[in-house]
């Protein structure tokens, strides 16, 4: 039976409670005992008897292994061996050679004393209630109601003793028992009266059930491991995101627990930890030694032990530090933690720096599951990341994400780490060139279907994405569906109405801090075989005047790769003349907020004239956007401005739609200019 779930060490629990009720169940053992043992015994027993009992004891050495959600868990199997001594011999052999096998697996095992004598009377009085009933009859019928009521009694025992011990509903913990251990239980207690019968033709014909017993523990012992393997990273052997969330839910019902207590330290830290230039690592030195980094790191914060520590994949790794006394505890264990990384890592020789940003989510003031305090490390985290700096603990005041902005951000890493029809889909909208009327560019925009919100706006979606690491998850996607969308169109059948237009692709300026987007691009371009000069990466300006200098080098990058750069919502960010001239800029784009007045307001349209003349004059192209009526359309041409995108024209669509409108307007402007 599911024996030990019940654990040797002292419960935190009201152990006054456990411990009284591990005592009734002793003594109702060892007077079931008193009362039946003396007669009940008889004088002399055949050998079928010795050979069942040989069996029992050898049979409990090799249990069955269940992973349950927070233990492993035994199944013993003597009980095919002992029920069949009950049907066979009756009550007193059957217990007698069940508690030789408790004792042998006690001491096989270090059992407690106290928990090898309440597995003993468990036992004891579930053999006493199936004994009740076959005495009255051996039919078919009777056996089975017994061995019913046997596995029934036995689980009750054993969850209530858990239950006591470590809470969480006496009812759920009753049923989940019963779920888990009916199968393998039950099919024991049914083989037994077949041993029954096996043994009147030959006793020698018992010990074949070993072997069968023995293959299904080989089975049970791979699935455990299967099942343990699917809780931890291949390569460092840490745990990864879903043991880990296991380790936090036990962790957290720990802390709740001692929280009823009382007690002093009773808060828990996940932090997250991500480390820097570890792409570096791997790109300049192979993935093998990129490998050997993170092992070696993985190493590192394991022997920093107390915590446990987890790797979520990539350069990840995520600690959870239970047992502190407050916030200020959790940042000083943080940094501790950090101090790891500020030795180098020799590899190859090559002592390599690893540096790292780490957010600290504290709990009960941070998030209460596991999630929310993932969700809130990961804010800190690149809070830290975006100040430069190399640890910040979760500041609710600066997080302007409500509750239900966070579970937008929850559900959309979800629906981007999911393949299939996630509801995420982009639009595309013509830009159409002013002097000819030719499309020669599109502008992709994220629409994203939430199955219960229903159409999220982009703007507010990206507001929430930006701030987590969910942006880059999100940056990623669109930039692969861009680029497949291109190559899909480049191999399409219809003459290629879109096979030449260039596609603009928003990004955050966030994703342009490290190198990696460019990468990204690099290599999806160079699989798809489409021309580097059909992308385009549009930049907000204001999110780029910010802090020109720290994405200069991957802009360059971007660059050299022949992507042209946008840059967007122009006339909202002040942009200085220095910055427009040092950054290697293709194309600025026009605010639609000073689009929307030209045709109506004067000095808006002014405004439109001098940003069209400045742009001219860096050798920019100049785009404008919310172009809505003819008017705005003839001034923008008298402008001289290069290409217009808007309603007028076009409102975004989805692929196949842009399609048969690209048709359509082609035959037009023919049509015109014949
Ligand atoms: P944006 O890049 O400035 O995109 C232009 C916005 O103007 C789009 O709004 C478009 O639908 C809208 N628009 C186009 N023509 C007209 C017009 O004639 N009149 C008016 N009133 N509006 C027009 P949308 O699609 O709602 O996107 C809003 C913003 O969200 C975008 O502004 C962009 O900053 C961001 N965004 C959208 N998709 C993505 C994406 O895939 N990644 C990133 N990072 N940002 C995105
Ligand atoms: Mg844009
Ligand atoms: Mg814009």
């Not at 109702?28 to 010795?50: C, D, E, K, R, T």
């Not at 020698?204 to 059930?209: G, H, N, Q, S, V």
């Amino acid at each position: 039976m599911e024996q030990s779930a019940l654990r040797n060490v002292a419960p935190p629990r009201d152990a006054r409670r456990f411990f009284a009720y591990v005592a009734v169940v002793i003594g109702a053992g060892a007077v079931l005992l008193a009362v039946h043992l003396p007669g009940g015994f008889p004088q002399s027993l055949p050998a079928a008897f010795w050979v069942l009992a040989g069996c029992a004891v050898i049979a409990d050495t090799r249990p069955f292994v269940q992973v349950g959600r927070d233990d492993v868990l035994l199944t013993f199997p003597s009980v095919c061996f002992t029920f069949a001594i009950q049907l066979a011999f009756g009550f007193a052999p059957a217990v007698l050679v069940q508690l030789a096998a408790v004792v042998v697996t006690a001491g096989w095992l270090r059992h407690a004393a106290w928990r090898a004598a309440f597995n003993a009377a468990q036992y004891l009085v579930s053999f006493a209630v199936a004994d009740l009933i076959v005495r009255r009859s051996h039919h078919v019928g009777w056996i089975v109601v017994a061995a019913v009521a046997w596995f029934m009694v036995n689980n009750l025992l054993v969850s209530t003793a858990v239950w006591l011990r470590f809470g969480k509903g006496w009812r759920a913990r009753f049923a989940r028992a019963v779920r888990v251990d009916a199968l393998a239980t039950g099919a024991l207690l049914l083989s037994a009266p077949g041993l029954v019968a096996a043994a009147r033709v030959d006793v020698l014909l018992i010990p074949l059930a070993l072997v069968s017993l023995y293959a299904v523990r080989r089975m049970t012992v791979l699935s455990a491991e299967r099942a343990l393997e699917a809780r931890r990273d291949s390569l460092t052997g840490l745990a990864n995101r879903k043991g880990l969330e296991r380790a936090v839910a036990n962790r957290l019902q720990e802390h709740a627990d001692r929280a009823a207590n009382q007690e002093a330290a009773r808060r828990l830290a996940l932090l997250l930890l991500d480390l820097d230039g570890f792409k570096q690592v791997n790109d300049s030195l192979g993935h093998r030694v990129g490998d050997r980094l993170l092992v070696e790191v993985a190493r590192r914060l394991t022997d920093r032990a107390d915590a446990e520590v987890g790797r979520l994949g990539g350069d990840e790794f995520a600690i959870v530090v239970p047992h502190l006394r407050d916030v200020a505890d959790a940042r000083a264990h943080a940094e501790r933690i950090m101090d790891v990384l500020r030795e180098p890592v020799l590899l190859d020789g090559l002592p390599i720096d690893v540096g790292g940003s780490v957010g600290v989510a504290v709990y009960p003031e941070h998030g209460t599951d596991f999630e929310e305090l993932m969700q809130h490390a990961d804010v800190a985290m690149y809070d830290a990341k975006g100040r430069g700096d190399n640890l910040a603990v979760y500041a609710p005041e600066a997080d302007h994400n409500s509750p239900e902005r966070l579970s937008l951000l929850a559900d959309l890493r979800k629906a981007l780490e999911s393949t299939g029809d996630t509801g995420i889909a982009l639009y595309y909208q013509p830009q159409v060139e002013l002097a000819t009327g030719e499309v020669v560019g599109l502008e992709a925009l994220l629409r994203w279907q939430h199955p219960e919100r229903g159409l999220v706006d982009p703007e507010e979606l990206i507001k929430v994405a930006e701030h987590s690491s969910v942006m880059r998850l999100l940056t990623f996607r669109v930039i692969d569906d861009a680029i497949d969308q291109l190559a899909a169109w480049a191999e399409g059948p219809d003459g290629g109405a879109a096979a030449r237009v260039r596609v603009a692709v928003n990004v955050s300026v966030r994703d342009l801090h490290t190198g990696e987007i460019a990468d990204r691009i690099a290599a999806k371009l160079r699989q798809t075989g489409i021309e580097p000069e059909r992308l385009e990466l549009e930049i907000t300006e204001s999110a780029l005047m910010a802090d020109p200098r720290r994405v200069l080098a991957t802009l360059a990058r971007l660059d050299r790769l022949g992507i042209a750069i946008a840059l967007d919502d122009f006339g909202t960010g002040y942009s200085s003349m220095l910055h427009l001239r040092r950054l290697p800029l293709k194309e600025v784009k026009i605010d639609r907020s000073f689009v929307l007045g030209v045709a109506t307001d004067p000095d808006d349209a002014a405004i439109v004239r001098s940003m069209i003349d400045l742009a001219r004059a860096l050798g920019l192209r100049i785009v404008a956007e919310g172009v809505e009526d003819e008017r705005t359309w003839r001034m923008l041409v008298e402008a001289g401005c290069d290409l217009a995108q808007g309603w007028y024209f076009a409102r975004p669509m989805p692929p196949d739609r842009l399609l048969d409108w690209l048709t359509r307007h082609r035959r037009s402007t023919v049509a015109h200019t014949a």
